[in-house]
C-alpha cells in the first residue's frame, strides 16, 4: 500500500523553527518530484514547495516562503525545513509526490497532513 506519512508538526511562537519529514512507504519516491503544500481554515491548498528527483533536485519555493523554508530530500524521506516562522504560516502542511522525475501538473499521492500552528 502506498503510503506517505508526515511528521513534524507542532505549536511554535513566532520566530522559531520546525522541521517537518514525509516518510514513503509501499513504493520509492527516489525518482519522483516531491512537494510540500498546506491549507489554511477557510483557504484553498496551495504549494508551499518542491523538488525534483534525486538528492539534489531543483528546488523551488512560493515567494511567501522563499528564503525562510528549505525543502530537502534523502532516499524516501522528504523534509522541510521551516525558519522564522510566522503566524501566515499556520496551516495543515502536506506532503505529495508527483511520479515523474520533474515537477510539472498534478500530484499523484498526497499524505494526511500534518498541522503546524505558529502564535505571535
Known amino acids: 500500500q502506498v503510503q506517505l506519512v508526515e511528521s513534524g508538526g507542532g505549536s511554535v511562537e513566532s520566530g522559531g523553527s520546525l522541521r517537518l519529514s514525509c516518510a514513503a512507504s509501499?513504493?520509492?519516491?527516489?525518482?519522483?518530484?516531491m512537494g510540500w503544500f498546506r491549507q489554511a481554515p477557510a483557504m484553498e491548498r496551495g504549494g508551499v514547495a518542491a523538488?525534483?528527483?534525486?538528492?539534489?533536485?531543483h528546488t523551488r519555493y512560493s515567494d511567501s516562503v522563499k528564503g525562510r523554508f528549505t525543502i530537502s530530500r534523502d532516499n524516501d524521506t522528504l523534509y522541510l525545513q521551516m525558519n522564522s516562522l510566522k503566524p501566515e504560516d499556520t496551516a495543515m502542511y502536506y506532503c505529495?509526490?508527483?511520479?515523474?522525475?520533474?515537477?510539472?501538473?498534478?500530484?499523484?499521492?498526497w499524505g494526511q497532513g500534518t498541522q503546524v500552528t505558529v502564535s505571535s
Open positions: 523538488i525534483g528527483s534525486g538528492k539534489t533536485g
Open positions: 509501499g513504493y520509492s519516491t527516489i525518482g519522483f518530484c
Open positions: 505529495a509526490a508527483q511520479r515523474r522525475a520533474y515537477c510539472s501538473g498534478g500530484m499523484n499521492d
